[in-house]
């Protein structure tokens, strides 16, 4: 069942409602979205009608508490690619929060990554934002990003920018944070 529908099933949207969010629909963007987008619905409100008609629990994601240990083994590319976030395991399966309930891909890649079986539930798109940030900060993505091309390609580290290569400072901005991607990269070896 098409995501307009179920939120029209479940009386979060009238007929009329539901007609205005397919006209201002543009790009193949899932009607749930434009309703959102529209103000005609809450995400929290469209998720939770969605993931009971297809079978997916919704969470809050500041209520709930997380199994840190989780995010030691679990791809961060997918983390930021995908927005997923590991909760937790539960007997022997990774509770993944996203905020995607029709884009079954990333979770069985994860399944795939991690040779786990993964069980989705559902959160907002802005507290998983806000758990990545806190639980990851906002760069780990460049720092995955640096590790793995340094195990694919080698990264040439940098030694200490002296005062004559003003393109390299330039570039650099500053050496500490030279320093810090050299203790990053040669703390992994």
């Given at each position: 069942?098409?995501?307009?529908?179920?939120?029209?099933?479940?009386?979060?949207?009238?007929?009329?409602?539901?007609?205005?969010?397919?006209?201002?629909?543009?790009?193949?963007t899932r009607l749930d979205h434009v309703a959102v987008e529209l103000g005609m619905v809450t995400e929290e409100a469209s998720l939770r009608a969605i993931g009971a008609e297809v079978?997916?629990?919704?969470?809050?994601?500041?209520?709930?508490?997380?199994?840190?240990?989780?995010?030691?083994?679990?791809?961060?590319?997918?983390?930021?690619?995908?927005?997923?976030?590991?909760?937790?395991?539960?007997?022997?399966?990774?509770?993944?929060?996203?905020?995607?309930?029709?884009?079954?891909?990333?979770?069985?890649?994860?399944?795939?990554?991690?040779?786990?079986?993964?069980?989705?539930?559902?959160?907002?798109?802005?507290?998983i934002a806000k758990r990545i940030k806190s639980h990851l900060g906002v760069g780990s993505q460049t720092i995955d990003g640096l590790l793995s091309q340094r195990d694919d390609e080698?990264?040439?580290?940098?030694?200490?920018?002296?005062?004559?290569?003003?393109?390299?400072?330039?570039?650099?901005?500053?050496?500490?944070?030279?320093?810090?991607?050299?203790?990053?990269?040669?703390?992994?070896?």
């Amino acid at each position: 069942m098409e995501a307009g529908e179920i939120l029209l099933k479940s009386g979060l949207l009238s007929r009329e409602q539901l007609e205005e969010a397919r006209r201002a629909q543009t790009n193949g963007t899932r009607l749930d979205h434009v309703a959102v987008e529209l103000g005609m619905v809450t995400e929290e409100a469209s998720l939770r009608a969605i993931g009971a008609e297809v079978g997916i629990d919704y969470v809050d994601l500041s209520e709930v508490d997380v199994d840190l240990s989780v995010l030691t083994d679990f791809p961060l590319r997918l983390i930021h690619r995908h927005a997923l976030f590991p909760i937790r395991r539960d007997n022997g399966a990774l509770v993944v929060a996203t905020c995607d309930p029709f884009d079954l891909y990333p979770l069985d890649e994860l399944s795939a990554t991690t040779g786990l079986a993964v069980v989705p539930v559902l959160a907002g798109r802005e507290e998983i934002a806000k758990r990545i940030k806190s639980h990851l900060g906002v760069g780990s993505q460049t720092i995955d990003g640096l590790l793995s091309q340094r195990d694919d390609e080698g990264v040439e580290l940098l030694e200490e920018i002296d005062g004559e290569s003003a393109e390299l400072a330039e570039g650099a901005q500053e050496a500490s944070v030279v320093r810090l991607v050299n203790e990053l990269l040669l703390g992994v070896r």
